[in-house]
């Protein structure tokens, strides 16, 4: 961030942490709050902040610095309010492996077997569901690449028509190549709602979010012919986004995108539920074991983009010398977003700003590296680090 004088970095600047309770690890935990800082603070000069959630060996530390909405000179906390964007990825991935593990869809089912609109003709009827799920449809990254012409959000039946058009050219051969696709994500989604008969609003609250006891994530309510919006009680919670020169954008609980029907929206969460997220995916809550299960069938790798990085589904697997790293990360122009693991460390972290364009995926990476080279976590064998 840029452009504001130091002075207000100083007075701006709030760190809070749930730090162990024992003395004997309150040296530990000071130390990892330095390693964080050290990679969080230079960000912190325009406006806004940024929340960092840590799972370090089952052991969660929650640190926040900034503020949530400046003009107010509101901080931000561990129960802040912030979009997601493309980490709400993670989420629907992990529903469609939950639903494969429970026997209810496979991965190789066509997209066209739950939304029957789909044309019989159209070459949108050879995509599965696994090549929705690992960017490598075919799709594009919005439909308004392929029709510039569209200039309005697309509603249900504008999408339908849109992907019964579209064309499998070379460029776009189902599972031949990786590009990244909002558009198959949404119809991701469809097919899930449609194979439960369930709203994906109400398939993510009673399947993944209430199992995880995740009370502060949610998704926009409809209104009418409107872009969804968050409750009254979450938007109130909700950060203020500001872009890379530290302007405001939208108001708290800004939505966007190009995609505007229920179950479309981007969700928006809060540093402490999403270190229940963080937590499950790294399999530390013992007593949601099947659903871990399917976290972990979501971070297997589907698709080899490069010597270094494998697609998964919505994750992807980087591999860093000898440290692999499944990670997911999302923004905005008001925000930027981050959750990555370290398995083999039993390490993870979660990174979540309210200014677009922050570099919050080479943040969390940078952060879980520093703490695997130290004594702070243990190694898949149990010792300490290295």
Sequence with gaps: ???????????????????????????TDAEIEQIVRRQVQPML??????????????????????????????????????????????FTATLLAQAVKQGDVSLDDPVAKYVTELGEDGDIRSVTLRQLASHT???DRSPHQSEPWHRAPYTLPDFIRYLNAWKADEA?????????SNSGFVLLALALQRRFDV????????????????????LPLPRGNARGQLAGEFRRRAVQGYNADGKPVGEPGNEQGPFNWPGTGQMYSSP?????????????LGEQGELQAAMALAQEG??????????????????????????????????????????????????LSNCGGEPATRIGR?????LARSGATVSEHGHTGD
Excluded: C
């Excluded at 776009?172 to 990244?180: A, E, L, N, S, T």
């Excluded at 992807?316 to 460390?345: C, E, F, M, S």
């Design 1 to 27: 961030m840029r452009g504001t004088p130091a002075l207000l970095i100083a007075a701006s600047l709030i760190a809070s942490a749930t730090l162990s309770a024992t003395t004997a690890r309150a040296e």
């Design 45 to 90: 000069i325009a406006a806004g902040g940024m929340a960092v959630a840590l799972n370090i060996d089952g052991r969660t530390l929650l640190f926040n610095y900034g503020l949530a909405d400046v003009a107010r000179k509101t901080p931000i906390s561990s129960d802040s309010l912030f979009n997601l964007a493309s980490v709400g990825k993670a």
């Design 137 to 139: 449809s075919g799709l």
């Design 172 to 180: 776009h051969i189902p599972g031949k190549q990786d590009i990244y």
């Design 199 to 218: 709203p994906y609003a109400q398939l993510l609250q009673t399947r993944l979010l209430t199992p995880l006891g995740m009370t502060s994530t949610v």
């Design 272 to 284: 402490r539920d999403m270190a229940r997220f963080l937590a499950a995916n790294l399999g530390a």
């Design 302 to 351: 589907v698709f080899q983009v490069n010597p270094r990085v494998t697609q998964a589904l919505a994750w992807q697997r980087v591999k860093n010398d000898d440290v692999l790293i499944v990670d997911k990360n999302g923004g905005l122009n008001n925000t930027a977003t981050y959750v990555g693991i370290i398995p083999q460390r039993r390490l993870g972290i979660v990174i």
């Design 366 to 370: 940078q952060i879980m590296l520093a």
